[in-house]
């Protein structure tokens, strides 16, 4: 089991909350990130849980994980158009090594 | 600031023609990663090296090869066999230090490489 699985798109009214799903399949996931990437950039790591904990809060993010189904989600609160952007779940499968497994990515869309 | 700088940001390529990609980093990280994303792909490994003076193939090495002479510096060429090489390309390091602490990959800006 090698994929990582996102909903390719998502959109949300401003100002309401945003739910990013993602599955995966390695069950000896170690941690598990959140990058955010802007139109032409980058990625920007947003956020990242590790597999022994349940949930994570960080001021408008929310990262939930369900090690039993191996489902992963970011909920943002308030969504603003700046939120617009793909959002991509990555797994780090190996405490010895730092690649990642990396999703499909949500384009988010904020409609006004 | 510390940072990855990838340069150029747009590049075209003629057929039969290798081009390089150039990938900078000053935050003293020992791994360094080569992806290549394309529309409702996500991103997928084209090359990583863990150290300086080596490198392993990822899940779509093929048409393209890769140095890692010096530490700060880890260049991918896009050669002629890569016979669909449009897309954006994104340059990633990590500490490498492959502690069992958060070691994140940190991307730069990413070259989009098109064919003319």
Redesign the interface.
């Known amino acids: 089991g090698e994929d990582v699985e996102q909903s390719l798109f998502l959109s949300v009214r401003e100002g309401d909350s945003s739910v990013i799903n993602c599955t995966y399949t390695d069950s000896s996931s170690t941690y598990l990130y959140w990058y955010k990437q802007e139109p032409g950039a980058g990625l920007q790591l947003l956020t990242y849980i590790f597999s022994n904990m349940d949930m994570k809060q960080d001021q408008r993010l929310t990262v939930l994980l369900n090690k039993k189904d191996k489902h992963l989600s970011l909920r943002i609160a308030d969504t603003q158009t700046g939120d617009s952007a793909i959002y991509f779940c990555a797994e780090r499968r190996d405490f010895g090594n730092e690649k990642l497994t990396f999703g499909t990515g949500t384009r988010l869309t904020i409609i006004p | 600031d510390g940072g ?1 700088t ?1 340069s150029p940001k747009y590049l075209f390529r003629k057929e039969g023609q290798n081009v390089t990609l150039s990938c900078e980093q000053n935050l003293n990280h020992d ?1 360094m ?1 080569w ?1 290549r994303q394309d529309p ?4 997928r ?1 084209i090359y ?1 090296s ?1 150290i300086v003076n080596d490198f392993q193939k990822g899940d779509i090495a093929e048409g393209y090869s890769v140095s890692r002479e010096k530490k700060e510096s880890f260049p991918l060429t896009v050669t002629s066999a890569q016979k669909n090489p449009t897309a954006f390309y ?1 340059c ?1 390091s ?3 230090q ?1 502690k ?1 602490g ?9 070259t ?1 490489l098109s064919i003319l």
């Open positions: 990855i990838q791994a990663y992806y409702g792909q996500g991103l490994l990583y863990q994104l990633a990590s500490s490498g492959a069992p958060n070691q994140p990959q940190h991307f730069g800006d990413g989009r």
